[in-house]
């Protein structure tokens, strides 16, 4: 194929392959970003770079330095000065989503399998961020924090070869010596099979079935696929069909070579069927079941005996289903793993001159993100809600917002989170299986379109920060419109109290079980999260001092039944584990701002004391914390080598919300926190911030401009409050 033939490349990724001078970044809509390669000098001086463009593929700004700070109000303010130079014009905070590393994988295999090309400098940059987050033994992990895995080292040499790397590559030499000695690509974890699969490179009879039929039993059946948790049904949707029909690429030069590369035996020797379980220690977090192994031999000698007109109306519905999908977000998905699978399914169904094909074409750019390391395949679309909402907070709680300097940027961020709010359900409803979604926020754009319950209350925690707390605020978003968010919210409390991700939890906890994909944990269905259910509580608490009114005794209830379940899962040492962040740190300064707001001090409440006890009992000699991502793979507080800013902040916002009352450790934290701010206002990138299914940690290098400004604007009133004097 012409638009993957063999590359001349150096020997490291160090330096751009690129010219970098020549990227642009674009917003478009309501914020879905891609970036441009500018070929001509023409198209260069029509369009100059940004900031926001030079600070995301780490070009200096050569901003000139700001006054040093008095206090904290100071180096927040310093914080907020520089943050403004990356805001987009549109009024929203661009960032990638990076971190887990068997993403680019399958946007290379997909691509590859379809015919769908890569502009010359794509294919360019994506080989350069594989080449800068190989480890030291030539692999890869399943983020790029991780050691390496049989997942991460097969499909990313692959992909590898796929773009143009030569098999005699240094970086390709010492990749597939690493595959080797992990026993090679048979003892890849079951994504990892299915997508060498597809490719062509492993054997069908190596996968343990997936069968489409699943999606033909009645909706009541409580394994069920529609009650699956929403990311992994919209993965077997796609997943259902290409089992079912056995796409493969066909054999070409690059697929032949790597049957011969990646494995440690003869390609035609080995014993596929025997290989279904096989998944390599190092890459086993979550062993299968004995139920899961039944259920495979049930299903795999249902296989033997497939009734083929029962197999093609269960494919039939599996590709209806990628289409409401693909419908429903305009061809961009819900995230990028069912982004590539739901196109080969179109494109193998409705061909590569279809509108379908183009239309994934266009939104293949929302996931591919360029840093200063190369090319990334982004864990979403970006988090450009997330982002949005936690800085409307930070800077109205900071007081920066009633500061006329920054009066345009605050006007242009409401704008953003008005046009952001979705304004209507899905196009397809009830029949795809989706969570209303009329007067939610998503986590990254409306394009995307999902309901996601903290998102929902952040934004709507960032609207009324903003409109009801700044004077000469233009109201753009409606009293109607705020309640529809309430009303979102009040529709998502489970029966325990607490409040999921994306929709109500549907099915029994036993499902967890049957889960089929052994590097993550937690994926079969819903499940409430301290992090969502304290959103919840503060977002609805706001609310109701906004408008006393509205839904006033339902409100009150499920504030009640909320604040029951933060109490019910609190750690006996006093935090909250939190699933979506790095880690006790990130939630517990979660559940102490929603405590807060019912009332829950260091004074009055034990599980305040406990919690803020706690978290001053891991602060560091110089002032501040630094948790590992690794608490959240073992479930037990484990310590970075090096204090972290964004945690130092979040412990900070924990100890202000809880009120607690002695000043020492608050100044020591502020001071560790200024002391990392740069001359510009800016602070450097650390440690990865994010996590997600226990195993797999993402970026959110915003935060450590958010969380900073937020924290240092808290501390700076709440310190001034606990020594009786004027902020």
Same mark, same amino acid.
């Given at each position: 194929?012409?638009?993957?033939?063999?590359?001349?490349?150096?020997?490291?990724?160090?330096?751009?392959?690129?010219?970098?001078?020549?990227?642009?970044?674009?917003?478009?809509?309501?914020?879905?970003?891609?970036?441009?390669?500018?070929?001509?000098?023409?198209?260069?001086?029509?369009?100059?770079?940004?900031?926001?463009?030079?600070?995301?593929?780490?070009?200096?700004?050569?901003?000139?330095?700001?006054?040093?700070?008095?206090?904290?109000?100071?180096?927040?303010?310093?914080?907020?000065?520089?943050?403004?130079?990356?805001?987009?014009?549109?009024?929203?905070?661009?960032?990638?989503?990076?971190?887990?590393?068997?993403?680019?994988?399958?946007?290379?295999?997909?691509?590859?399998?379809?015919?769908?090309?890569?502009?010359?400098?794509?294919?360019?940059?994506?080989?350069?961020?594989?080449?800068?987050?190989?480890?030291?033994?030539?692999?890869?992990?399943?983020?790029?924090?991780?050691?390496?895995?049989?997942?991460?080292?097969?499909?990313?040499?692959?992909?590898?070869?796929?773009?143009?790397?030569?098999?005699?590559?240094?970086?390709?030499?010492?990749?597939?010596?690493?595959?080797?000695?992990?026993?090679?690509?048979?003892?890849?974890?079951?994504?990892?099979?299915?997508?060498?699969?597809?490719?062509?490179?492993?054997?069908?009879?190596?996968?343990?079935?997936?069968?489409?039929?699943?999606?033909?039993?009645?909706?009541?059946?409580?394994?069920?696929?529609?009650?699956?948790?929403?990311?992994?049904?919209?993965?077997?949707?796609?997943?259902?069909?290409?089992?079912?029909?056995?796409?493969?690429?066909?054999?070409?030069?690059?697929?032949?070579?790597?049957?011969?590369?990646?494995?440690?035996?003869?390609?035609?020797?080995?014993?596929?069927?025997?290989?279904?379980?096989?998944?390599?220690?190092?890459?086993?977090?979550?062993?299968?079941?004995?139920?899961?192994?039944?259920?495979?031999?049930?299903?795999?000698?249902?296989?033997?005996?497939?009734?083929?007109?029962?197999?093609?109306?269960?494919?039939?519905?599996?590709?209806?289903?990628?289409?409401?999908?693909?419908?429903?977000?305009?061809?961009?998905?819900?995230?990028?793993?069912?982004?590539?699978?739901?196109?080969?399914?179109?494109?193998?169904?409705?061909?590569?001159?279809?509108?379908?094909?183009?239309?994934?074409?266009?939104?293949?750019?929302?996931?591919?993100?360029?840093?200063?390391?190369?090319?990334?395949?982004?864990?979403?679309?970006?988090?450009?809600?997330?982002?949005?909402?936690?800085?409307?907070?930070?800077?109205?709680?900071?007081?920066?917002?009633?500061?006329?300097?920054?009066?345009?940027?605050?006007?242009?961020?409401?704008?953003?989170?008005?046009?952001?709010?979705?304004?209507?359900?899905?196009?397809?409803?009830?029949?795809?299986?989706?969570?209303?979604?009329?007067?939610?926020?998503?986590?990254?754009?409306?394009?995307?379109?999902?309901?996601?319950?903290?998102?929902?209350?952040?934004?709507?925690?960032?609207?009324?920060?903003?409109?009801?707390?700044?004077?000469?605020?233009?109201?753009?978003?409606?009293?109607?419109?705020?309640?529809?968010?309430?009303?979102?919210?009040?529709?998502?409390?489970?029966?325990?109290?607490?409040?999921?991700?994306?929709?109500?939890?549907?099915?029994?906890?036993?499902?967890?079980?049957?889960?089929?994909?052994?590097?993550?944990?937690?994926?079969?269905?819903?499940?409430?999260?301290?992090?969502?259910?304290?959103?919840?509580?503060?977002?609805?608490?706001?609310?109701?001092?906004?408008?006393?009114?509205?839904?006033?005794?339902?409100?009150?209830?499920?504030?009640?039944?909320?604040?029951?379940?933060?109490?019910?899962?609190?750690?006996?040492?006093?935090?909250?584990?939190?699933?979506?962040?790095?880690?006790?740190?990130?939630?517990?300064?979660?559940?102490?701002?929603?405590?807060?707001?019912?009332?829950?001090? $260091?004074?009055?409440?034990?599980?305040?004391? &406990?919690?803020?006890?706690?978290?001053? /009992?891991? %602060?560091?000699? @110089? *002032?501040? =914390?630094?948790?590992?991502?690794?608490?959240?793979?073992?479930?037990?507080?484990?310590?970075?080598?090096?204090?972290?800013?964004?945690?130092?902040?979040?412990?900070?916002?924990?100890?202000?919300?809880?009120? $607690?009352?002695?000043?020492?450790?608050?100044? &020591?934290?502020?001071?560790?926190?200024? /002391?990392? %701010?740069?001359? @510009? *206002?800016? =602070?450097?990138?650390?440690?990865?911030?994010?996590?997600?299914?226990?195993?797999?940690?993402?970026?959110?290098?915003?935060?450590?401009?958010?969380?900073?400004?937020?924290?240092?604007?808290?501390?700076?009133? $709440?310190?001034?409050?606990?020594?009786?004097?004027?902020?």
């Amino acid at each position: 194929m012409a638009a993957y033939t063999p590359l001349d490349l150096p020997a490291s990724g160090k330096l751009p392959f690129t010219d970098y001078s020549r990227w642009r970044l674009r917003s478009d809509g309501p914020g879905d970003h891609t970036w441009h390669y500018l070929r001509t000098d023409e198209e260069v001086a029509a369009w100059p770079q940004t900031d926001c463009d030079k600070y995301w593929l780490g070009i200096p700004l050569d901003l000139p330095p700001l006054p040093k700070p008095a206090n904290a109000l100071d180096a927040a303010r310093n914080g907020y000065r520089f943050f403004t130079h990356l805001q987009h014009e549109d009024g929203h905070w661009p960032a990638e989503d990076g971190g887990p590393l068997f993403l680019i994988p399958g946007l290379v295999i997909g691509s590859y399998v379809t015919g769908m090309p890569f502009q010359l400098e794509e294919r360019l940059e994506l080989i350069r961020y594989l080449f800068n987050h190989t480890n030291e033994d030539g692999g890869w992990g399943i983020h790029i924090e991780g050691q390496s895995t049989v997942f991460g080292t097969a499909l990313n040499y692959c992909a590898m070869r796929i773009l143009g790397v030569k098999v005699d590559h240094p970086v390709a030499v010492k990749a597939r010596g690493c595959l080797h000695k992990l026993g090679g690509a048979t003892g890849v974890p079951s994504w990892g099979k299915f997508w060498l699969s597809i490719l062509n490179v492993y054997d069908w009879d190596g996968n343990h079935p997936v069968p489409s039929e699943f999606w033909l039993l009645p909706d009541w059946v409580p394994f069920h696929p529609h009650r699956w948790w929403i990311h992994t049904r919209n993965v077997y949707i796609p997943m259902g069909y290409l089992y079912g029909v056995r796409y493969k690429m066909e054999e070409t030069d690059i697929v032949l070579a790597l049957r011969e590369e990646i494995y440690t035996q003869n390609y035609y020797s080995i014993d596929w069927s025997a290989q279904r379980s096989n998944v390599a220690a190092v890459d086993l977090y979550t062993p299968h079941s004995t139920f899961l192994e039944f259920a495979y031999g049930v299903l795999g000698t249902y296989e033997q005996c497939a009734f083929p007109p029962l197999r093609r109306a269960a494919i039939k519905r599996c590709y209806e289903l990628v289409v409401m999908e693909d419908e429903n977000t305009e061809c961009q998905t819900l995230g990028p793993v069912n982004k590539m699978m739901n196109l080969i399914v179109r494109a193998h169904v409705e061909g590569r001159e279809s509108e379908a094909y183009r239309r994934h074409l266009a939104r293949r750019q929302d996931f591919m993100w360029v840093s200063p390391e190369g090319m990334m395949m982004c864990g979403t679309n970006g988090s450009q809600l997330w982002d949005a909402g936690f800085t409307a907070q930070a800077i109205v709680e900071s007081g920066l917002a009633v500061e006329p300097e920054f009066r345009e940027s605050l006007h242009a961020l409401l704008g953003w989170l008005d046009r952001c709010q979705i304004r209507d359900n899905p196009k397809h409803f009830e029949t795809a299986y989706r969570h209303a979604t009329k007067g939610a926020w998503p986590f990254s754009t409306p394009t995307q379109g999902y309901t996601v319950s903290d998102c929902t209350g952040e934004g709507l925690k960032g609207v009324l920060s903003i409109q009801d707390h700044v004077p000469g605020t233009p109201q753009l978003v409606s009293e109607r419109r705020l309640c529809d968010a309430v009303d979102i919210l009040l529709g998502m409390q489970n029966t325990n109290g607490g409040f999921a991700s994306y929709e109500l939890i549907r099915a029994p906890l036993w499902l967890e079980y049957l889960n089929p994909a052994e590097v993550f944990g937690n994926i079969m269905t819903e499940y409430s999260y301290p992090e969502c259910t304290t959103s919840a509580i503060t977002a609805l608490s706001i609310f109701r001092k906004h408008n006393p009114e509205y839904r006033a005794g339902d409100i009150q209830r499920v504030i009640n039944e909320a604040v029951k379940y933060v109490h019910h899962v609190q750690r006996p040492e006093g935090p909250w584990f939190g699933q979506w962040g790095v880690c006790f740190t990130y939630a517990t300064q979660f559940a102490l701002e929603s405590l807060s707001l019912v009332g829950e001090t $260091y004074a009055n409440s034990e599980s305040v004391r &406990r919690a803020c006890d706690f978290l001053v /009992s891991k %602060q560091r000699a @110089d *002032g501040g =914390w630094g948790e590992s991502y690794k608490s959240c793979e073992i479930g037990s507080w484990v310590e970075h080598e090096k204090t972290q800013v964004v945690q130092t902040a979040w412990a900070l916002m924990a100890l202000i919300y809880g009120k $607690y009352p002695h000043a020492a450790p608050i100044e &020591r934290g502020v001071q560790l926190v200024m /002391s990392r %701010q740069l001359p @510009d *206002g800016s =602070w450097a990138q650390e440690a990865i911030e994010g996590i997600f299914n226990k195993n797999v940690a993402i970026s959110y290098p915003n935060f450590k401009f958010e969380f900073s400004i937020w924290a240092l604007g808290l501390a700076h009133h $709440y310190l001034a409050e606990l020594r009786g004097e004027k902020a």
